[in-house]
């Protein structure tokens, strides 16, 4: 989706939209952690991120690769930076080229900084000399597909700006004229350069309505980390401070807490300034750091740290080719990536109802369902790799995970517990620690508030219902058990299957189970997470896989624990077990005496 849209319909409902602008880090560890930092913060709702090109686009790979995995695998609406430093026209389209592919809309159009250790910008032949000429081919080469922003610099182009620190009237008039062909060309929206005089930009905002100039223009707040990174980045960007708040930071400009208080504070003050003057949107120069930014819209009132909104029980998507994507297999609820990852070439995705509009062919599993970034493969290492001398050590640790000890699982790539899991983790802890070792699980909810901090979903004004589900793997001889006793239950439906197909169910292969779902104001049923045996058959493979590619695979080469594994994995069951009595229904029960 455009940014533009997303904007005229919060203009249209008075709501503040906020965004975020990271860049692209210089080593594997540091892009590890910005995916990190950015699930958390796109918890938040941005109304979308955006990530920089790169000086001389020096990152153009990683900025490539970065944006195609924000807004598929993030699930956040995505903006990427596109400069015309040593991008010559082929490169330019093979870039656009690439992010429509990956369902990107949204591009940030720039001139770009001269490449390094060069003073002044020089075309590059058979490329561009100017934002203008980037937007100007954009539009003519791709038409409307793509949504075009431009910068803005309340204080003029930095270029424009004279040795004194300041830009005469008639460079000033230059770059306002300049900023209106780039709309007049075809861009839809301004983002400002950072700036730290707020009336500076008022005026600059009237300054641009006065030409003409009627797109949203988004004011681009940086807020002050530390005094050196505040100095550097105002001296490149030639940005003015203003006397006081030289005056607030030169005592304290040792002390690195202080100061980021002080920033969190001035950014604060500043965006209420802009709200106050009929701006509805902020944009956060977050230079890859989470909490002054956060602490900013916190005072605010914008977010809260204990109550993030979700408008389905799984982030949606933002690629333009599933954004009406709103029903999905429960089974890979811990596991979202690689359920996006194996379902990218989809035609089309399920809306509505799973199967009416269901694609039967998931792509095969490769190593990038495996693939863990390094601070959760370190984790993993130390809290699952550790001696196992029999099946008892191997509950107790599926046990520790579900009472919270244990941060990590080789079956989720989420952090810890889920809200919801907290319910009924000490039940789970109890089934666990009797070898019915859990990989997924909800508990039953029968019309609960749709902004319920554990189990909403879809916005206020809605209930939500979901049925109890349990997905563990178990031995055989367990199962049988459990078989028998689900005769005694009858609202109980199972499905169980080995590593090598072996198939035990109470259902058809063709039954669909729905085991969430919404009422909403003004709107149809939603059922968001469905129970599909088709699909728990495509799941299965990758679920025994992971006993061994995630776990076995911590051990050295004929390690006891490795062997333990691998024998597990051989012998059980995974098993998918759904209460339908979501009103009297007490999935535990059927464990007891187990």
Known sequence: MKVIEKIKAAESENRVLCSFEFFPPKTEDGVDNLF?????MVAHNPAF?????????????????????????????????LTCTNMPEQKIDNALDTIKSNGIQNVLALRGDPPHGQDKFVKIEGGFACALDLVNHIRSKYGDYFGITVAGYPEAHPDAIGSDGVATPEAYANDLAY???????????????????????????NDCRQIGITCPIVPGIMPINNYKGFLRMTGFCKTMIPAEITAALEPIKDNEEAVRAYGIHLGTEMCKKILANGIKQLHLYTLNMEKSALAILMNLGFIEESKISRSLPWRRPTNVHRVKEDVRPIFWANRPKSYISRTLGWDQYPHGRWGDSRNPSYGALSDYQFM????????LQEEWAVPLKSAEDIHEKFMNFCLGKLRSNPWSELDGLQPETKIINEKLGTINLKGFLTINSQPAVSGERSDSPTVGW????????????LEFFCSKDKLNVLIEKCKVFTSLTYMAVSKDGTWISNVDSSDVNAVTWGVFPAKEIIQPTVVDPASFMVWKDEAFEIWYR?????????????????????SYYLVSLVDNDYIHGDLFAVFTDL
């Open 550 to 570: 995630a776990w076995a695979q911590l051990y050295p080469e004929g390690d006891p624990s490795r062997k333990l594994l691998e024998a597990v994995q051989s």
């Open 36 to 40: 990190e930092r950015m699930e958390r």
């Open 458 to 469: 879809g916005g206020p004004g809605g209930y939500v219902y979901q049925k109890a589900y």
């Open 372 to 379: 863990r970034p390094r601070s959760r493969d370190k984790k």
């Open 179 to 205: 900023l209106k062909r780039k709309v007049d060309a075809g861009a839809d929206l301004v983002i400002t350069q950072l700036f730290y005089d707020t009336d500076n930009f008022l005026k600059f905002v």
């Open 49 to 81: 991120c955006d990530i920089t090109w790169g000086a001389g686009g020096s990152t153009a790979d990683l900025t490539l690769d970065i944006a195609s995995k924000m807004q598929n695998m993030v699930c956040v609406e995505t903006m990427m930076h």
